[in-house]
């Protein structure tokens, strides 16, 4: 049996009546040619999904019975904070982190980065979010989350992590990353924009219980280093089950 289409409804919109409306409802009619009576899968990115069936469909919205509803565990423990940076790959990492099961992003003001963060997530961030769990069927999407300021404002955003780990190139390179307890505990892993951390930044995250860890003797695009970041520790929370 093929995979059932899946779609994404706001949590807050996750009651009866159940309508899918707006881009959702037509990418469900008009995209796939979804039909009455077809079953399909719903979920609203905070770990629940169920089945439906369509009862009733349009070009703007649909009326779905639900069928089956499950909630799952939430076993996610990496939230990475990245240094802002102008990039055409913010998309990619925001589609990746989906796929690699993190359980945040934040994206935070550095002295070094380009242009300026802003205030508030951008609407098309959660369109690449929602892309990304209904290719790959993750139920859960990031937390993204954004820190105008300076790195101390991000220091104080991340007072109740348990493990604090700063992404360093002058880290002593065989301190990697220890992600064994990922699943168990909460992770923050701090990223700098290409340009790196000024001194001051670094010291200040040396100061506040940041460990400095190594990704290895390459000098990595910051994309680079957050995908592999993303990798080991999901590899991690895969060996552990």
């Known amino acids: 049996m093929s ?14 009546p159940f309508i899918l409306e707006g881009g959702e409802a037509r990418h469900m009619s008009k995209v796939l040619r979804t039909r009455q009576g077809d079953k399909v899968r719903l979920f609203d990115g905070c770990g629940r999904e169920g089945f439906f069936i369509v009862s009733e469909i349009s070009k703007s919205n649909a009326v779905l019975d639900q ?12 939230t990475l904070a990245i240094g802002w940076n102008k990039s055409s790959r913010r998309g990619w990492i925001l589609e990746k982190a989906v796929e690699l099961e993190a359980k945040g992003l934040i994206f935070f003001q550095s002295e070094f980065s380009q242009g300026k963060v802003p205030v508030e997530n951008k609407d098309t ?3 690449k979010l929602v ?5 790959c069927g993750n139920p859960w999407l990031p937390d993204v989350q954004t820190v ?17 780990l700063f992404l360093w190139e002058k880290a002593d390179s065989s301190d990697f990353p220890d992600f064994s307890d990922i699943g168990r505990e909460s992770t923050i892993a701090v990223i700098g924009p290409e340009g790196g951390f000024s001194q001051r930044e670094a010291e200040l995250l040396l100061d506040n219980g940041f460990k400095p860890c190594s990704l290895g003797k390459s ?4 994309e680079t280093a957050a995908l592999l970041c993303m990798g080991a520790a999901y590899l991690e929370r895969q060996k552990n089950g």
Do not use: H, M
Not at 148 to 164: H, R
């Open 131 to 135: 892309a990304a769990a209904k290719q």
């Open 3 to 16: 995979r059932l289409n899946s779609f994404y409804l706001a949590p807050e919109n996750w009651k009866e």
């Open 67 to 78: 069928i089956e509803e499950d909630s799952c565990t939430d076993t996610r423990g990496l």
């Open 148 to 164: 105008p300021g300076s790195v101390a404002t991000l220091i104080e955003a991340c007072s109740g992590y348990d493990n604090k």
């Open 125 to 127: 961030w959660l369109e």
């Open 219 to 222: 000098i990595l695009r910051w």
